[in-house]
């Protein structure tokens, strides 16, 4: 090792000596951690739930629509009832009609209201999503399919509580391209 190396270890252990904050008579050993943490509240973690499944069905609806797979495993893990066969009978029609779709949606969830209050079992979430980046092409020689480009459209959805515990869509609803309010 030669000096400047040396001179440089012998200053970081210098300083990082010199910034401890033990005294002489502490122990450097670290203490209990403190109890006061706080719990996270059923309503809260309903509502994180149930907007990490509404953008879990978006994502999964995005990688189906890479290759238009109306049949994808992927789109009931977040997706259900209605919710579930419009995705899956847009995408059938996508691959009848060649399309297939490039890109990604942008989601901007907020939790509108969470039913009951104290451990919800339904939430409404609003959106302002952006399909910019998330176009339709022709699968066959990749040319662009949409009559005009994407844009922000206003998106609602219910997100329930399966009995398994789990969170999916039941329903969405998607508004025409500038419909976004904010």
């Known amino acids: 090792m030669n000096v400047r190396h040396a001179a440089i270890a012998c200053s970081v252990v210098l300083l990082i000596t010199g910034?401890?904050?033990?005294?002489?008579?502490?122990?450097?050993?670290?203490?209990?951690?403190?109890?006061?943490?706080?719990?996270?509240?059923?309503?809260d973690v309903a509502k994180q739930r149930a907007t990490a499944a509404y953008l879990g069905m978006w994502?999964?609806?995005a990688d189906a629509a890479t290759t238009s797979d109306w049949q994808s495993p992927k789109l009931a893990q977040n997706a259900t009832s209605d919710a579930l066969q419009t995705i899956s009978r847009s995408l059938y029609a996508d691959h009848y009609n060649g399309l297939v779709t490039?890109?990604?949606?942008?989601?901007?969830?907020?939790?509108?209201?969470?039913?009951?209050?104290?451990?919800?079992?339904?939430?409404?979430?609003a959106d302002c999503g952006d399909s910019t980046s998330w176009l339709k092409y022709r699968a066959d020689?990749?040319?662009?399919?949409?009559?005009?480009?994407?844009?922000?459209?206003?998106?609602?959805?219910?997100?329930?509580?399966?009995?398994?515990?789990?969170?999916?869509?039941?329903?969405?609803?998607?508004?025409?391209?500038?419909?976004?309010?904010?």
């Open 19 to 43: 910034c401890s904050t033990v005294e002489p008579n502490q122990s450097a050993t670290p203490s209990a951690p403190a109890t006061t943490s706080a719990t996270a509240q059923p309503g």
């Open 141 to 182: 020689n990749g040319q662009p399919a949409d009559d005009g480009p994407g844009g922000r459209r206003q998106i609602e959805a219910l997100v329930k509580r399966a009995v398994d515990g789990s969170w999916k869509v039941t329903t969405f609803a998607v508004h025409e391209v500038g419909s976004c309010s904010g």
């Open 102 to 125: 490039k890109g990604r949606p942008l989601n901007h969830p907020r939790v509108q209201t969470a039913e009951p209050p104290t451990d919800p079992t339904s939430v409404t979430i």
């Open 59 to 61: 994502n999964d609806m």
